[in-house]
T-cell receptor, first 115, second 114 residues
Framework: AQSVTQLGSHVSVSEGALVLLRCNYSSSVPPYLFWYVQYPNQGLQLLLKYTTGATLVKGINGFEAEFKKSETSFHLTKPSAHMSDAAEYFCAVSKSGGSNYKLTFGKGTLLTVNP | EAQVTQNPRYLITVTGKKLTVTCSQNMNHEYMSWYRQDPGLGLRQIYYSMNVEVTDKGDVPEGYKVSRKEKRNFPLILESPSPNQTSLYFC?????????????FGDGTRLSIL
């Protein structure tokens, strides 16, 4: 079975500081990895995804993530935080095989950006 | 505009009173799914559907039913709601054929069962 661990349920940064949200996964087969963002009272919006190819993936709003197979990690970063980045972030994994495209989610990381 | 639409957005009801949460997508997606989101647990899959008349259980199906009579609609039915089904519910859809397809989510339905 696959699983996702997000280290830190709450991360607080200052505006302009580096954002680093950690995600580790376990999967018995090559995974497909996603980061979603959830703003208050909204659904989940895709930030970026890794499927195959280049391990450094760029997404929307200046975010990027690097797939490291040896570390089973897919950490999300942004060089300079904006107030508008305050939201909850979810790492998710899906896998090939079977008939269900289920996403297995981590428990989420709430990002607070301080002025 | 491509979207997944859920209704209602908010509902407060009482134990045992049947309710249905509707979900509709306009992207001609084959795959649709329901998740519930609870604090500290992330999102967990309730049911999914690969296409019309094809549905199956996810990780937490107890107390829920679904149907898929049309490609665009995937309602979630709570026949006899209980307080432990108080949660935030999300419908999602995507194309099939590749596990790397991102899923599109609705804005959520917050259910409170008293």
């Amino acid at each position: 079975a696959q699983s996702v661990t997000q280290l830190g349920s709450h991360v607080s940064v200052s505006e302009g500081a580096l954002v680093l949200l950690r995600c580790n996964y376990s999967s018995s087969v090559p995974p497909y990895l996603f980061w979603y963002v959830q703003y208050p009272n909204q659904g989940l919006q895709l930030l970026l995804k890794y499927t195959t190819g280049a391990t450094l993936v760029k997404g929307i709003n200046g975010f990027e993530a690097e797939f490291k197979k040896s570390e089973t990690s897919f950490h999300l970063t942004k060089p300079s935080a904006h107030m508008s980045d305050a939201a909850e972030y979810f790492c998710a994994v899906s896998k090939s095989g079977g008939s269900n495209y289920k996403l297995t989610f981590g428990k989420g990381t709430l990002l607070t950006v301080n002025p | 505009e491509a979207q997944v639409t859920q209704n209602p957005r908010y509902l407060i009801t009482v134990t045992g009173k049947k309710l249905t949460v509707t979900c509709s997508q306009n992207m001609n997606h084959e795959y649709m799914s329901w998740y519930r989101q609870d604090p500290g647990l992330g999102l967990r899959q309730i049911y999914y559907s690969m296409n019309v008349e094809v549905t199956d259980k996810g990780d937490v199906p107890e107390g829920y039913k679904v149907s898929r009579k049309e490609k665009r609609n995937f309602p979630l039915i709570l026949e006899s709601p209980s307080p432990n089904q108080t949660s935030l519910y999300f419908c999602a859809s995507s194309f099939t054929g590749a596990y790397n397809q991102p899923q599109h989510f609705g804005d959520g339905t917050r259910l409170s069962i008293l």
